[in-house]
Each structure stands twice: as structure tokens, then as C-alpha cells.
Nanobody
């Protein structure tokens, strides 16, 4: 059974930092591209960042977080990270971790965690 468990969310002031973690189990972690997505109240879920499978040599960020967020993976620990800095109130959302198998073209058809709440106060 595949499980993705996010942690590290919380309340932080604007300009602050948080590091989210996503612990993966039940899958061959190195075989999966991984990603972070977020959903704010009343809005659709949006892409934040993705990292390619295995060594994670290919990384992609949403323009809104580029230069402030860093995605990384530790294959030895089966864990995905999102280091968030210079946080803004508009970063407030529930953040989800997702895994995409190499046989699929979209994270939509992959595995998802339950989410962790990030709230940035002004």
C-alpha cells in the first residue's frame, strides 16, 4: 500500500521559512517523479514544483515560487522536501505531495498525500 505522509506545515510570519517533508512508503521511491502542489481556499489545486525520478536531475518550479522554494529528494530516506523561504501571505494553502510513475504522464493519475497546512500571516 502506497503512502505519502506530509509534515512540516504550520503558521509563519511573512518573510519566514518552513521546510515540508513527504515520507513515502510502499513504492520504489527512485522510480517515481515527485511533486508538490497546493490548494488555497476557494481555488483550484496548482503546481508548485516537481523533481524527476532517480537522481532528480530535472527540476521545475512554478513562476510564483521560483527563487524562493527549493524541492529536493533523499532517496536513502524515501523522502521528498520543499524548503520554502521568503514566504508570502499568498503562499497560504494546503500543500500536497504527489508521486508519478514513469508509465503515467500526469501526477493526476499518481499517488497523493493527505496534505499539510501552511499559513503565512502578514
Amino acid at each position: 500500500q502506497v503512502q505519502l505522509v506530509e509534515s512540516g506545515g504550520g503558521l509563519v510570519q511573512a518573510g519566514g521559512s518552513l521546510r515540508l517533508s513527504c515520507a513515502a512508503s510502499g513504492l520504489t521511491f527512485t522510480s517515481y517523479a515527485m511533486g508538490w502542489f497546493r490548494q488555497a481556499p476557494g481555488k483550484e489545486r496548482e503546481f508548485v514544483a516537481t523533481i524527476s525520478w532517480n537522481t532528480g536531475g530535472y527540476i521545475n518550479y512554478a513562476d510564483s515560487v521560483k527563487g524562493r522554494f527549493t524541492i529536493s529528494r533523499d532517496n536513502a530516506k524515501n523522502t521528498l522536501y520543499l524548503q520554502m523561504s521568503s514566504l508570502k501571505p499568498e503562499d497560504t494553502a494546503t500543500y500536497y505531495c504527489a508521486a508519478r510513475a514513469p508509465t503515467t504522464s500526469s501526477f493526476q493519475n499518481g499517488y497523493w498525500g493527505q496534505g499539510t497546512q501552511v499559513t503565512v500571516s502578514s
